[in-house]
């Protein structure tokens, strides 16, 4: 749809501004792609799955449509701040995901956002193909 258009987008500027190269796509195994960001997500689902499950708030959501995995952490001591990454299945992590952002209220701090996305972008981008992109963040 449009917003993933705008999302794609965005992305790819925001990679451009940081100033890193969008990778060649890597030759990985579907398979052991598959494998290596299923045992991510338990890790990710451990360190943020429980603590607030109880209270009908998670802090992390985990959704699947079609072959893109969306992992939303709501951000710690953050209002309404939430990571959100999109990924393929069977590509990450021999490829960066999709998009990685932090979404929502940003206030009043003019420039903050563009900083904050800017430096995910080469964070994200300057982790070792292959390996776990999400947990690293």
């Not at 990454?85 to 960066?96: A, N």
Request: hydrophobic share 40%; proline share 7%.
């Amino acid at each position: 749809g449009g917003d993933d258009g705008m999302r794609a987008d965005l992305w790819a500027a925001l990679v451009l501004a940081a100033g890193v190269p969008l990778p060649a796509m890597e030759d990985g195994d579907p398979e052991e792609n598959s494998e290596m960001a299923q045992d991510e997500i338990m890790a990710l689902e451990a360190i943020f799955g429980d603590d607030e499950e109880e209270a009908g708030e998670r802090k992390i959501t985990i959704s699947t449509e079609g072959d893109e995995v969306r992992i939303s952490i709501r951000m710690e001591g953050a209002d309404d701040m939430t990571l959100d990454v999109r990924y393929r299945t069977g590509l990450y992590p021999s490829y960066p995901p999709l998009s990685a952002l932090v979404v929502g209220g940003w206030g009043a701090q003019p420039g903050r956002g563009t900083r904050v996305q800017t430096g995910l972008a080469a964070a994200v981008h300057g982790t070792e193909p292959g390996m776990p992109a999400v947990y690293e963040i």
